[in-house]
């Protein structure tokens, strides 16, 4: 393994209190060469955080601290590790300028990044984080009128988002492409939904962009298994797309679980650290 891309930080309101320099020491003993931290980016300004505690991101008044204590990390262990320095942005249908006027303020700062999709809004405007809980998925598929049209609108906005111009500093790695199933042992899938999937990672190699190979839902109860699963993952491998690992880790020891189960595909180093 190359290394882990896809990791959080004690500046994340909803996760460990592990801090920086503790994710570091861990990739160093898993091994690994590398380590982009993505911290979640702040939400738009103009934008209520919809999960019921508003802990979906980092506060934006500490951006400017997560960058400088990731580059002191860098310095300092720069003989040990390739650190990158980056964020997983949130794609907001609606809020792509906000969302590209943070970008191009922070983008010459980052190393690495992603775009993701946590946030949909139902068709009476209200919006909801569809990975917060299974509660909060229950009330979304209830405002969206079932789990069908939930599911249409979460690869919709999944689509939206790789056509969306956001700037230069946009990401080029789309995150966790199925995490809208993150309930489906509590919430069956409803239907087939491998021709939106595949459109989607036909539309991913069409704007030479990345995926996420992410196995945090290896270890959610009710899902069990990799965003996206093994069938999907072939598909993209066989498309060309490249494809990243990332723990997705909210906690120190966290780094590279479950990479075990990606050993059989090829893995690579996000385009941009090869520049």
């Known amino acids: 393994m190359l290394g882990d891309f896809h990791v959080h930080t004690q500046y994340c309101q909803h996760g460990a209190d ?11 003993e898993k091994g690994f060469t590398h380590l982009s931290f993505t911290e979640h980016a702040p939400l738009p ?19 400017e601290a997560y960058v400088m204590e990731g580059k002191a990390l860098q310095k300092q262990y720069k003989n040990d590790l390739q650190i990158n320095i980056g964020f997983e942005v949130d794609y907001i249908r609606g809020y792509e300028q906000e969302t590209q006027t943070f970008l191009d303020m922070y983008g ?4 690495d990044g992603i775009l993701s999709v946590h946030m949909l809004q139902a068709p009476d405007k209200s919006f909801f984080c569809i990975d917060y809980s299974e ?49 489906q042992l509590a919430y069956p899938k409803p239907a087939d939904f491998s021709k939106e999937q595949h459109l989607l990672l036909d539309l991913i190699k069409n704007k030479g962009y990345e995926l996420d190979v992410n ?9 069990k298994e990799i965003y996206p699963p093994a069938e999907l993952i072939a598909y993209a491998a066989k498309t060309g797309i490249p494809l990243v690992p990332g723990s997705d880790s909210h906690a120190a020891g966290g780094i590279g679980k479950g990479f075990e189960y990606l050993s059989d595909y090829s893995l690579h180093l996000p385009q941009r650290l090869t520049l």
């Open 108 to 111: 010459p700062e980052m190393d």
């Open 45 to 63: 300004e103009s934008f209520t955080d919809p999960a019921p505690h508003r802990d979906s991101t980092m506060d934006r008044n500490k951006v």
């Open 18 to 28: 592990d801090k920086m320099e503790a994710y570091v020491l861990q990739a160093i």
């Open 135 to 183: 509660e909060e998925f229950e009330r979304a598929a209830d405002a969206f009128g079932g789990l069908t049209p939930l599911y249409k609108a979460y690869y919709g906005s999944l689509q939206a988002s790789v056509e969306a111009d956001l700037g230069h500093f946009k990401p080029k790695r789309i995150g966790h492409i199925t995490l809208v199933q993150k309930f």
């Open 215 to 223: 196995t945090a839902g290896l270890y959610k109860p009710f899902c």
